[in-house]
C-alpha cells in the first residue's frame, strides 16, 4: 500500500462541529454524574489543524469549482439559502412485497426519527459549518439506483462498495472483487467530483445511506487491522510517530519501522489534541465524515445488523433480486471478528480515565445513533 493510494485517508484540516451550550451542558452533567476522575490527560475535541479555517487558503475547492462551472455561483448561493437541516423525506417503500421486512422496516423508522429529532434539538445550526464539498467528500454516488451511500471504514464500507460496483453494472458479482480494486480501482465516483448542480440535485433527489458502528468496537476494529498485520503505509507513517512520541526508551529496530505499537499508545496519540499525525478516516467520527446533522439521510444501517439492513436497503432502491449483501471477512479472515468481548479485552490495558476521554471523543457519535454508553 503506497503513501499515495491513502493521501485521503489522514483527514489533517476537520471542519468544526459547534456543540451548543445546552448539549455541553447536558454532557457535563453526564459525566459529573459518573464519577469521573476530575484530572484529565489531555484535551480531547480538537484534531490536528482543526483550528485552521478550511476555506483560508487561496484556490480552494470550492473556489476553483465555482470558476470552472457554468453558472456554478448562482447554483451555490441557492444552495446556501437551503434550510439546514433538511427535512427527512419519507422513504419510497412501494418496491418492498415481502412481509419479512416490517421489523426492520419500524427498526428504520426509529432511527429515522431518532436521529432527526436529535438534531433539531441540539444542532443549533442554520447552516453548514463547513464547504459543501469536503461535506459530500466521502460520500459515494451510484446513478442507476439513485443512490448516495456515505462511507465509514470499519462500518462494511468494503462490501458496500462492492455492491454499489455491480449495482453500476461494473462487475457481476461482489465475491469476485479484490480488496485493492475496491478501494484504490477509482471506478466509482464521488459526490464531490460533480459541479454545484449535481451536487444539490442529487443529494435532494437520491436515496443517501449511512451505515454505522458501535464507536468502541469501530476503534478496537481499526487498530487490529492496520497495526496487529503488518502494513507498508500505516506503520511506517503513523507507527513510528506514535512510538516516537509516547513509548519511551523506544529501541531503534521499532523507531525504525513502526511495528508493533500497543494500543494504550495508539490511544495517546487518539486523545493528544497536538497529534504527530493527522486523523485519520478508520478512526474519524462519524459525524465529521458523514454530516448526519446536517444532511439528512435516507436510511440509517447498523453494523450490528449489517446483512438486515443492507438487504432491505436493496429492496427498498430496486436491486435485482439475486444480488445479496456479502457477508465475508474483507480482510484478515481468519481473525476473530471485533466484538464487545474482544474489545473489553483491549480496554483492560486502559485505565478508566482513559476509556472516557474515548467516550467523550466519540460522545456525538453515541448520541446521534442513540448506541448505549460503553462498559467504562
Known sequence: MTTEKNQDHITNQNPKFHMPENLKEKKENLLLNSE?????????????????????????PTNKLIEKHQGAKTVFKKFGRMNWPLDTRPLNKSLVKDDKWKKTDETQEKRRSFLQEFCKKYSGMSRPQSQLFHMVSRIYVEDKHKVLYCEVPKAGCSNWKRILMVLNGLASSAYNISHDTVHYGKHLKKLDSFDLKGIYTRLNTYTKAVFVRDPMERLVSAFRDKFEHPNSYYHPVFGKAIIKKYRPNACEEALINGSGVKFKEFVHYLLDSHRPVGMDIHWEKVSKLCYPCLINYDFIGKFETLEEDANYFLQLIGAPKELKFPNFKDRHSSDERTSTQVVRQYLKDLTRTERHLIYDFYYLDYLMFNYTTPFL
Do not use: A, C, Y
Open 36 to 60: 469521573r476522575p476530575t484530572r484529565v490527560l489531555t484535551k480531547t475535541s480538537h484534531s490536528q489543524g482543526e483550528d485552521q479555517p478550511f476555506n483560508k487558503t487561496t484556490g480552494s
